[in-house]
């Protein structure tokens, strides 16, 4: 509840929260503006993400409609997370398992509560700044469930949607790759320029101009040393800029 509560004060605050920046990022991009342009808080995703959350940018500019948007990506996000572990538990041998469904349904509860105290630092940063990582992890997990379910091309996509949103699962193709599973690896392949580039051309016709302008000014930012942006930013590419000084 009082992750909600957060998620819904921060969204409709003068300065927004990330959800902000995805939304005004889709309005722009459907109003032929470039998205990356500079700001306080900057659109840095690929542009699927402003595509498929448009009907939410036109409803965010009612003053009801925010509080209700905020709600439900609040609790969204809850339930991508309770799906992660719910998810990752079924395929774990835990020595401590239970017998029957009830103890199946006491082990997730209990995980579950135990990662949320655990994580919360971590979950309160995601819901105060109503971030898309829950879902993005939330599609990850459904990547290797689909994969453990003898379901390639459906396991491919989702990994492609993720990748999508947000780049980092990108790597995790490799899991497929080591284990020779040239269907994922191909249809993943595939999946990823149609929603990345396909997608969006089909809204905004400077798509590919818009991505150049990520590259050349984007990027740069995402590794400077500026505390304003570099690290603090938190993408793998900064992390990984700093982590090996790549200047």
Partial sequence: VLFVYQSVRNFNRP????????????????????????????????????????????????????????????LLSFAAFFWTISATTRRLKEPWRLPGSAGASARH?????????????????????????LFVIGLVALYFALLESGKPTAAAIALGIATSVKLAPAVLILYALAQRRYRVVFVFCVTVPLL???VPL????????YYGSYLSDVTSSLTSKEATFGYRSFSLLSTVTHTFDFH
Avoid: C, M
């Fill in 202 to 209: 089909l809204v905004a016709p400077d798509t590919l101009s």
């Fill in 196 to 198: 990345i580039i396909g």
């Fill in 15 to 74: 300065a927004g929260n990330d959800l902000t920046v995805y939304l005004n990022a889709s309005d722009e991009l459907y109003q032929d503006v470039n998205p990356y342009h500079d700001g306080r808080l900057r659109f840095v995703y690929p542009l699927f993400l402003a595509v498929v959350l448009y009907p939410l940018s036109i409803l965010a500019k009612s003053a009801l409609a925010k509080h209700l948007i905020a709600g439900v990506w609040a």
């Fill in 109 to 133: 509860w209990t995980l579950f509560a135990v990662l949320v105290v655990a994580l919360h630092p971590f979950l309160q940063d995601e819901f105060l700044n109503s971030q898309i990582n």
